[in-house]
């Protein structure tokens, strides 16, 4: 559902998207397939749970053809607080 909202929105191919809480790539499995490339960066706190979408729900020409970023990290807090 997320998805379709974004494109009603106004996602297009050029748009950058930053999805944070990526999980398994259920919806990240459609922007990167959407957007152009080097145009998704998707951050999980949970590293084997992002693992697994990357292995299991993109492919690797989808990998080399849309260069999408990735990061596991649990540092979800404001800086200088």
């Given at each position: ?41 998707g ?33 979800f ?5």
């Amino acid at each position: 559902m997320s998805f379709p909202t974004l494109i009603r929105e106004g996602l297009w191919p050029p748009s950058k998207v930053l999805d944070i809480g990526c999980g398994a790539l259920r919806a990240g499995y459609w922007l990167v397939r959407f957007l152009e490339p080097e145009r998704y960066y998707g951050i999980e706190r949970n590293r084997k749970m992002l693992d697994n979408g990357i292995e299991y729900v993109l492919t690797p020409a989808l990998l080399r053809a849309k260069r999408p970023a990735f990061d596991h990290n649990d540092r979800f807090r404001r800086v200088g607080l």
